[in-house]
């Protein structure tokens, strides 16, 4: 069984930052492609960020792209979100969740992991 527990989350001002982590349990970690959604009030999980099981190659919503930045430290299972420059509407309670390799649906679609977090809220103020 995978847990995933996603930390890192609170209240910042517009322009501030955070850093989430994502602690993952299970030998295979390393194996397997992570992301990052988040979810608004009222408002369905959106796609934030995805990083392959290397860490070498990595994507990006277009609402995000140059300011947030998702890395991985496969010696300690845990895969993370850096946020600059918050904005209002980064507002949401974000999650990580595991690759599933055995869907072939589009990397931005929830449907394309298999575990997940419980979340963490992000609060961004203006």
């Known amino acids: 069984q995978v847990q995933l527990v996603e930390s890192g989350g609170g209240l910042v001002q517009a322009g501030g930052s955070l850093r989430l982590s994502c602690a993952a349990s299970?030998?295979?970690?390393?194996?397997?492609?992570m992301g990052w959604f988040r979810q608004a009030p009222g408002k369905e999980r959106e796609f934030v960020a995805r990083?392959?099981?290397?860490?070498?190659?990595?994507y990006y919503a277009d609402s995000v792209k140059g300011r947030f930045t998702i890395s991985r430290d496969n010696t300690k299972n845990t895969v993370y979100l850096q946020m600059n420059s918050l904005k209002p509407e980064d507002t949401a309670v974000y999650f990580c969740?595991?690759?599933?390799?055995?869907?072939?649906?589009?990397?931005?679609?929830?449907?394309?992991?298999?575990?997940w977090g419980q979340g963490t809220q992000v609060t961004v103020s203006s």
């Open positions: 969740a595991r690759d599933d390799p055995r869907t072939s649906v589009s990397y931005t679609n929830p449907r394309a992991y298999d575990y």
């Open positions: 299970g030998r295979t970690f390393s194996s397997y492609a």
């Open positions: 990083i392959d099981w290397s860490g070498g190659t990595t």
